[in-house]
Structure formats: C-alpha cells, structure tokens
C-alpha cells in the first residue's frame, strides 16, 4: 500500500492522462483548499452549497465557542475573584479576538511568514471567535482563500505559458547553426 505525501496535489483528468503516458503534468496544478478541494477553480461539484456549509459551520463553532466563553465567566464569577480580573478576561477575549479577526482576514489576500505564524499562534487560539467570523463572512463571498490561490495559480499559468511558447519543438530534430 503506497502512501501519498500530504503535499501532494489531487490529479485531474489532464495530468492522469500525461502521467499514463509517461510524460509529465501539462502545466501547474492548483492547490487545494480546505473543504474545497480544487473546485474553487471552476465552481463545479456544489462548490455553492461547500461556501454555504462552510459560512454556517464557522457561525456555529463561533455561537459554540462564546457559549463556552460564558460559562468559564460565570465559573470567574462564581469564584468571585473580583470585576477588574472579570474586565481583564473580558478585555484579553476581545482583544485577542480583534487581532485573529484581522489575521486571518489578511491570510486569505496575503501569506504570512512562518516565524509570525508560530509567534502569533497563542494569540489565535484564544482569539479563535475572532477567525471563526472571518471565515464566515469569507465564506459569505468566496471560499475562504479563494483569492490569494487564484492569483498564485494565474500567476503560475501566466509563467507556464511563457515558458513553453519560448520552446519551438523537439531539440534533437533542430537543424544546427554552421
């Protein structure tokens, strides 16, 4: 049993066909989204009804979470450890909750580093009411990330196609300069 690599690229009809031949993909392949898969790039197979389930998914794990939320304030209340420590959480939830909104909002026009990755990852997690919106209303116009994989697939088409116009045929069968 053959293991796929998780980089791996799903194979369309195109690539299948070169590869049984023996020949190599015709051009680059575009990469995946999550719970999209490869059918941002034409709309196809109920991409419309993935967005919709995405869209209502995140706005439900975000509901989920702030009822979580609520219950860990009614356990600082029950504990009775003071308001400024109750302002503090509710301050820090926001916060936190702000800076993942516009983070992850940015990651769907933009790659971010992986070093501000790593170093922004605490503050995600406890700002993850904050990325589930995003994804929401991202969700609302396009698959999340849509735009930034469209680009980076046209540009790479764009490079493709440069680079094979360039070529005039086999080299061997080129006649030679005197």
């Known amino acids: 049993m053959s293991e796929e690599s998780p980089t791996a690229k799903p194979a369309d009809a195109e690539t299948t066909a070169a590869a049984a031949v023996g020949g190599t993909p015709a051009g680059p392949r575009p990469e995946p989204i999550r719970f999209f898969g490869t059918t941002w790039v034409d709309h196809t197979d109920r991409y419309g009804l993935r967005r919709a389930g995405v869209?209502?998914?995140s706005l439900a794990a975000a509901a989920a979470g702030c009822l979580?939320?609520?219950?860990?304030?009614?356990?600082?209340?029950i504990a009775d450890v003071g308001a400024f420590v109750n302002v503090l959480v509710v301050i820090m939830f926001a916060?936190?909750?702000?800076?993942?909104?516009?983070?992850?909002?940015d990651g769907f026009g933009?790659?971010?580093?992986?070093?501000?990755?790593?170093?922004?990852?605490?503050?995600?997690?406890?700002?993850?009411?904050?990325?589930?919106?995003?994804?929401f209303f991202r969700a609302l116009k396009e698959a999340p990330g849509e735009q930034l994989h469209r680009k980076e697939y046209e540009k790479a088409r764009v490079r493709y196609e440069k680079r094979t116009a360039r070529r005039a045929g086999h080299p061997s069968k080129r006649k030679r300069r005197k």
Request: net charge positive.
């Open 55 to 57: 869209a209502v998914g």
């Open 68 to 77: 979580v939320l609520r219950f860990a304030y009614q356990g600082l209340a």
């Open 95 to 105: 916060i936190c909750s702000a800076i993942a909104f516009r983070r992850t909002w």
């Open 110 to 135: 933009k790659r971010h580093d992986p070093q501000s990755v790593a170093s922004m990852r605490s503050l995600m997690t406890i700002g993850f009411i904050g990325s589930l919106l995003a994804y």
